[in-house]
T-cell receptor
C-alpha cells in the first residue's frame, strides 16, 4: 500500500499562475481533505469530500477548487496563485465509520508563490 | 465555537527525562480528541485518540494521554523521552461532524543529549 500520495513535493509559482496539486489514496477511503499548514496557525481545512462527486468547503476555501470524480483522487486547484497561498499543503483521507476516524496524511506539497 | 490551545510552542527536554505536552480545548459537548506527531518533512501520524470510556489512553511509541473533562484538557505524556521523539505534536478536536476538525498550533519538541 502506498497510502496517501501527493505530487509535486515542491512547487514555485508566479502570482497569477494556476496549478493543480495531486492527491491519491489506495485505501478505499470515503473521506478526503485538503489542509494548509502555516507557521503558528496549525492545520486549517480548505476543502473536503465525503465521497465521489461530493465536496464541501472547509475553513479557508477561497482561491481553491476541488473535485472528486473517483474515490482514489482528490486534486486541489489554485485558480490564480497569490503570495498568501505560500504554504505547505497536506492531503488526508479516512474511512467512513461510527464517529470520527483517524486521518492518514500524505507527505505534503511545499508551495511558494512569488 | 470550538477551539484547541497548545500553550507551549517549543519545549526542550533532555533524553531520558519525562515529557508532558499540554492541550486544552473549548467545546460544548463531549469531544473526540486526537494527538498527531509530525516528523520533519513528513505528514502527520496518529499517536492516540480519545472517544469515550477510560480517560487514560495509550498510544504508539510509549505515549499516553489523559482526558480531564473538569479541566478541558488532554495532555500528552511520555515517561522517558528518546532522541527520535523530536518532532512537532498536534492536538486535534473533532466535534462529530467531519468538517468540524480543529487543530492546535502545535508544540515543537527538541530533545537534547
Amino acid at each position: 500500500n502506498a497510502g496517501v500520495t501527493q505530487t509535486p513535493k515542491f512547487q514555485v509559482l508566479k502570482t497569477g499562475q494556476s496549478m493543480t496539486l495531486q492527491c491519491a489514496q489506495d485505501m478505499n477511503h470515503e473521506y478526503m481533505s485538503w489542509y494548509r499548514q502555516d507557521p503558528g496557525m496549525g492545520l486549517r481545512l480548505i476543502h473536503y469530500s465525503v465521497g465521489a462527486g461530493i465536496t464541501d468547503q472547509g475553513e479557508v476555501p477561497n482561491g481553491y477548487n476541488v473535485s472528486r470524480s473517483t474515490t482514489e483522487d482528490f486534486p486541489l486547484r489554485l485558480l490564480s496563485a497569490a503570495p498568501s497561498q505560500t504554504s505547505v499543503y497536506f492531503c488526508a483521507s479516512s474511512y467512513k465509520g461510527q464517529g470520527p476516524n483517524e486521518q492518514y496524511f500524505g507527505p505534503g506539497t511545499r508551495l511558494t508563490v512569488t | 465555537a470550538q477551539s484547541v490551545t497548545q500553550p507551549d510552542i517549543h519545549i526542550t527536554v533532555s533524553e531520558g527525562a519525562s515529557l508532558e505536552l499540554r492541550c486544552n480545548y473549548s467545546y460544548g459537548a463531549t469531544p473526540y480528541l486526537f494527538w498527531y506527531v509530525q516528523s520533519p518533512g513528513q505528514g502527520l501520524q496518529l499517536l492516540l485518540k480519545y472517544f469515550s470510556g477510560d480517560t487514560l489512553v495509550q498510544g504508539i511509541k510509549g505515549f499516553e494521554a489523559e482526558f480531564k473533562r473538569s479541566q478541558s484538557s488532554f495532555n500528552l505524556r511520555k515517561p522517558s523521552v528518546h532522541w527520535s521523539d523530536a518532532a512537532e505534536y498536534f492536538c486535534a478536536l473533532h466535534s462529530g461532524g467531519y468538517q468540524k476538525v480543529t487543530f492546535g498550533i502545535g508544540t515543537k519538541l527538541q530533545v537534547i543529549p
